[in-house]
């Protein structure tokens, strides 16, 4: 990718694990520059963030991050 990945944590972490996954986030779009495009990201990010907990979308220009059952974002990429 040549421009760089923007990370918005949108909510506080629920805990002590959600808080580390989302340190982990963020190393993840640090290094994702590498990559050919943001949809090659999106696995790595649901692989993080897996279902039933969270739901990952992804779109030409972003990746978003919802707890499942929350109508509000947790975390968008773009």
Request: proline share 5%.
């Given at each position: 990718?040549?421009?760089?990945?923007?990370?918005?944590?949108?909510?506080?972490?629920?805990?002590?694990?959600?808080?580390?996954?989302?340190?982990?986030?963020?190393?993840?779009?640090?290094?994702?520059?590498?990559?050919?495009?943001?949809?090659?990201l999106a696995p790595a990010v649901r692989h993080h963030?897996?279902?039933?907990t969270y739901l990952v979308g992804c779109g030409s220009?972003?990746?978003?991050?919802?707890?499942?059952?929350?109508?509000?974002?947790?975390?968008?990429?773009?």
């Open positions: 990718m040549s421009d760089t990945l923007q990370l918005l944590i949108e909510q506080s972490a629920h805990d002590e694990a959600e808080a580390a996954q989302l340190t982990r986030l963020t190393e993840l779009v640090a290094t994702a520059a590498q990559l050919p495009g943001l949809r090659d963030f897996p279902e039933p220009a972003h990746i978003w991050l919802h707890r499942a059952g929350d109508a509000h974002r947790l975390a968008l990429i773009r």
